[in-house]
């Protein structure tokens, strides 16, 4: 192994920092479905530090952006940080390209079924919906695995090309009534849509945005590729935090010119979000791997090893589950503190509960993949 490797690498062959920003993506992900976020953006707390927070664990409603917006791109960053990882231990280790093409397209397939399947689950009945993350993430996995082997040049090319693909199809796409590219539901989005749905979102999302999002997956895969190779820690640094400043500077800077709208995944936001992608990064790189501030990230790090699971756990009842259980305790005990607060614990409760869960797997050595 090279001289960096105590800066990169477990002893198991992970790096620490990765797992820490899974985990604590995921855990902030599941904290949505104990309703907490949607309590504190409620009208009890307007005005107030916590209504701000509230705030900001809540989407944008369209141009702009708040801290909620970047915990897509963080799940797509992150897988793409872990491909160089896994992929390159099983090319090592002998396994032939067309063998992990294989895993990449079973994967692929799998992500796209389960992500089609959660929105089948809420109505009862067969539909067909492809806006959900995992539907998106099956297809800039596939697509990143078949361009992680070029030239690190060839892959940056190809996610501009992306982006650019992205913004001329929006706007100069000529059919009327989805000619606007910036006005919800009337875009070019929204007519593939109706051309491959039949309906339309009703928050604006679109599936398109697996397209531009490909980015994400895609610039994990490069940082990733530097934090395996053999270069000092503190080059790394200096090349991520570069990376993710221009990122920053360029996608505000385009804001004026092309919004910044998650909700159709644009350009801007592609790029802006892409910088804060790679300065999270970077930042728990330097704290966890170089300056080896390691204790306290297990509690964040269990919630990332099973993240599929607690995703779709939490995504098809469990937390309601979960609230049914809790909630009966807690309303009775925290009674005197009244209802909003008795709620909130509720809440903390439940989140508490589905981290156990987590912890419950992590001690039997169960962890769900694909």
Same mark, same amino acid.
């Given at each position: ?22 985990? !604590?993506?995921? @855990?902030? =992900? ?5 309703? #907490? &976020?949607?309590?504190?953006?409620? $009208?009890? +707390? ?110 940056? !090319?190809?996610? @501009?090309? =992306? ?5 001329? #199809? &929006?706007?100069?796409?000529?059919? $009327?009534? +989805? ?192």
């Amino acid at each position: 192994m090279d001289k960096t490797t105590d800066y990169r690498l477990t002893p198991e062959g992970r790096l620490m920092s990765l797992d820490f920003f899974r985990g !604590i993506t995921m @855990f902030l =992900l599941i904290g949505e479905a104990t309703e #907490l &976020y949607s309590q504190l953006a409620g $009208p009890a +707390f307007q005005g107030t530090f916590l209504g701000a927070i509230g705030t900001q664990m809540e989407h944008h409603p369209w141009n702009g952006l708040r801290f909620w917006d970047l915990i897509q791109p963080f799940f797509m960053f992150i897988v793409g940080v872990a491909m160089p990882f896994s992929f390159g231990r099983r090319w090592e280790h002998g396994d032939t390209w067309s063998v992990t093409f294989r895993h990449a397209t079973f994967r692929s397939a799998m992500l796209l079924l389960f992500g089609w399947g959660l929105y089948c689950i809420g109505p009862g009945r067969i539909t067909f919906e492809l806006w959900n993350v995992l539907a998106q993430l099956s297809f800039t996995y596939f697509v990143a695995f078949l361009m992680m082997r070029k030239s690190a040049r060839a892959q940056i !090319i190809f996610t @501009f090309m =992306l982006l650019a693909l992205s913004e001329g #199809l &929006y706007r100069l796409w000529p059919m $009327p009534g +989805f000619n606007e590219p910036f006005v919800p539901d009337r875009n070019f989005g929204s007519w593939m849509d109706l051309l491959l749905m039949g309906k339309l979102s009703r928050g604006h999302w679109v599936a398109f945005n697996a397209v531009p999002t490909t980015a994400h997956t895609m610039w994990g895969v490069l940082a990733g590729q530097l934090l395996r190779n053999t270069k000092s820690p503190g080059r790394k640094i200096k090349a991520l935090v570069l990376a993710g400043v221009v990122g920053l500077a360029v996608g505000y800077a385009l804001d004026p010119v092309t919004p910044i709208i998650k909700r159709i995944c644009t350009s801007s936001f592609v790029i802006v979000t892409g910088g804060w992608c790679l300065l999270a990064l970077v930042f728990s790189y330097w704290l966890i791997d170089v300056k080896k501030v390691q204790r306290w990230t297990f509690f964040f790090n269990i919630v990332g090893m099973n993240s599929l699971f607690i995703y779709m756990f939490t995504n098809t009842g469990g937390s309601e589950w979960f609230h049914r259980i809790a909630k009966p305790f807690t309303m009775g005990l925290f009674v005197w503190a009244g209802e909003l607060n008795a709620s909130a614990v509720t809440s903390l409760v439940v989140w508490g509960m589905l981290w156990y869960l987590c912890f419950w797997l992590y001690k039997r050595r169960i962890f769900i993949k694909i």
